[in-house]
């Protein structure tokens, strides 16, 4: 690992922070799985389908083969002979969980945005492109999957120039597809590079079949043509008929990658072990460092017309976003942390200044999936995780407490749909409770609300699967039995004609005990009454949509402050109704507590109506 464990200065240059955004199934995590492996990071590699990949590590993912859970892992690969660390975040791909992805592009610099090569660009791969497209992060493309039958490098490539607004440049084309993929032509230095193994280790540099020669030869002019097309220096000397070098058309497509104006295809298969390592090349050849996006802004937390720039340097004051939350089972609450100024150290304090409020840097790490290192610093431009922040948020920003800045907040789709859940003991009720807060407090899309007329807990999530996964892992996770069904419709009471109540309370408790009468009219509300009441200036009406209530009692025999309270009442039993509601159209007597003496008889008359939901 290159800069990770160590304290020295990061070297942005050599730097990548990226993340692997796709359709589900379309090979994010096979592919991440080759990267990890080739990188050294692992020594074997587990397959998704076994239930053993590295970033699908929570148990919901490793049964279900699916993502759920954005995973951050660290890296490092060399390219002419300089080491450069790479973060990688391997994303989900099910709908469900696209708040993953949205978070995660908010602080990745580059995508590797993964095709099906037999499917080509699938419904989620647009949603994705689109969310890149509104955070500008510059992508690659991976065709992947050439060695399912079916497969079609040129069908993929069409489906991503159609339907995707986008800019595709081939920079490489395969040798076969299906069974028959034999390798990848690098159109660069027009070599066919082969497997001698089947785990893709020894890598092979040879001649151009001559059963490929004219397509690749096809292929690398329309790669040059549209490399110059996307660049303005390149156009110019084009047309100035001058000679154009390979390393011109290299440093060309990475600008015009970095500028969001092209996106270089790769294709392979990483099942097969098939192209990873030439994808590892171009994440560093065309995906920017931190030094080649724009600078941070954001704005003062005193005064939010004043704009906040900050450069990706050590130097800068601090500003770092918080991304993620993250319910580790082992070391507890783990913040992702996206550093973009200054230097986050262990042991200091700093300000979130999205609440205004200290926190203090305990435990910095580094992450691996599910495993982490302890490290002292978290550099500008890098990624890592924080311990034990208690206080902050996903999205907040912590900066330096004599230099605070807010950058934009994360924002995430709002939850569709709803199950309730029904804790079986009241240990699970209290258990339930604090897990529900924990999973919220992780998940921005999940929301935990109680009916209040039914008194159901309910959940709200993405979809179906979103829910499922949230109650195997409360189950699992945090040891909460619960049943869960649909939310009760929760059916409202209306009075259906006029009714005269007559209650009495009394109370010997010795001394001059306690005695109340209470007499009311009820009247369902027409629309016209609604409409003709008017405006009371003694006060003696009160009215809103559903309900009108009238003081009749005359002559101040009973004092004023207690009519309120009476009418709190009934508008308070109002919410519940009489018949399935849990609360009486007579409130309990504490309001009504008076010393039998005051009470003469009182002529209250009140109507209401309580619309069916
Ligand atoms: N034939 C073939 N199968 C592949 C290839 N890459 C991935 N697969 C298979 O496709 C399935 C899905 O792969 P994943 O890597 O889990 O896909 P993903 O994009 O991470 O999926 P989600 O994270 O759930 O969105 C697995 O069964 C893989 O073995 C490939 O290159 N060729
Ligand atoms: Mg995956």
Redesign the pocket.
């Known amino acids: 690992m290159a800069k990770g464990s160590a304290n020295e200065k990061l070297d942005l240059r050599y730097l990548r922070n990226i993340g692997i955004i ?10 991440t799985e080759r990267i990890l492996y080739y990188t050294g990071m692992i020594h074997k590699i587990g ?3 076994e239930g053993a ?1 590295t970033t ?1 590590w929570m148990a919901q993912e490793k049964e279900r ?3 759920i859970t954005a995973a951050a892992i660290t890296s490092s690969w060399t390219r002419h002979d300089q080491a450069y660390t790479i973060n990688l975040i ?1 994303t ?3 709908v469900d969980f696209t708040a993953e992805v949205q978070r995660s592009l908010r602080v990745l610099d580059g995508g590797v945005v ?1 095709f099906d090569g037999v499917a080509g660009v699938e419904p989620q791969s647009e949603t994705v492109w689109r969310q890149a497209n509104e955070y500008k992060v510059p992508r690659i493309c991976f065709i ?5 039958t079916g497969a079609s490098f040129e069908r993929s490539l069409d489906s991503i120039r159609k339907r995707l607004t986008s800019n595709p440049i081939p920079i490489q084309y395969p040798y076969g597809d299906g069974d028959a993929f034999k390798g990848i032509v690098d159109l660069f230095s027009m070599e066919l590079v082969t497997y001698g193994n089947d785990l893709g280790t020894d890598i092979k540099r040879v001649e151009i079949p001559a059963d490929l020669r004219e397509e690749a030869e096809e292929a690398r002019q329309q790669m040059m043509d549209a490399i110059i097309e996307a660049d303005e220096a390149l156009t110019e000397k084009f047309l100035m008929e001058e000679e154009i070098s390979d390393e011109e058309l290299h440093a060309a497509l990475r600008r015009a990658t970095i500028a969001n104006k092209a996106q270089p295809i790769l294709c ?5 072990n098939k192209g990873v390592q030439m994808l590892l090349d171009a994440v560093i050849d065309f995906l920017p460092s931190p030094l080649d996006i724009p600078s941070v802004t954001g704005t003062d937390p005193n005064d939010e017309e004043v704009l906040l720039e900050r450069q990706p340097s050590d130097e800068e004051p601090l500003s770092a976003l918080v991304f993620k939350i993250a319910t580790d089972p082992f070391v507890g609450r783990l913040a992702f942390i996206r550093v973009y100024s200054g230097v986050l150290r262990t042991g200091s304090t700093v300000t979130n200044s999205t609440q205004g409020k200290r926190e203090r840097i305990g435990r910095l790490v580094r992450m691996f999936a599910d495993k982490r290192e302890d490290i002292e610093e978290i550099h500008a431009g890098d990624i890592a995780a924080a311990l034990s922040l208690k206080n902050t948020f996903t999205g907040e920003t912590l900066s330096a407490p004599d230099k605070p800045i807010v950058l934009e907040k994360i924002s995430f789709p709002v939850p569709v749909i709803e199950i309730a859940i029904e804790p079986q003991s009241n240990a699970d009720r209290d258990k339930m409770a604090d897990a529900l807060h924990k999973l919220a407090e992780e998940d921005p899309t999940f929301q935990v609300k109680t009916d209040e007329e039914t008194g159901q807990t309910l959940l709200k999530g993405m979809g179906e699967l979103h829910l499922e996964v949230l109650v195997d892992r409360l189950r699992r996770e945090f040891k909460v039995d619960a049943n869960v069904g649909k939310p009760r419709v929760s059916y409202r009471e209306a009075i259906t004609k006029s009714v005269r109540i007559d209650t009495t309370f009394k109370r010997q408790t010795g001394g001059s005990g306690q005695y109340a009468r209470v007499v009311m009219e009820f009247e369902p509300i027409t629309e016209s009454d609604l409409e003709g009441a008017e405006e009371s200036s003694d006060r003696k009406i009160f009215r809103d949509e559903q309900f009108i209530f009238e003081d009749q009692i005359r002559g101040g025999t009973i004092p004023k402050e207690w009519i309120k309270p009476t009418m709190m009442g009934v508008m308070d039993a109002m919410k519940g109704g009489v018949l399935a509601g849990t609360r009486w159209l007579v409130c309990g007597p504490s309001w009504l507590t008076v010393p039998s003496t005051t009470w003469t008889r009182p002529k209250w008359r009140s109507a209401l109506r309580v619309r069916c939901a």
Do not use: W
């Open positions: 796709a359709h589900i199934d379309a090979g994010k995590t096979t592919t397959e998704v389908h990949a699908d083969g699916i993502t391997d989900p791909g099910h993964v992947n999957k050439l060695d399912r392979g298969s990483a099942l097969k």
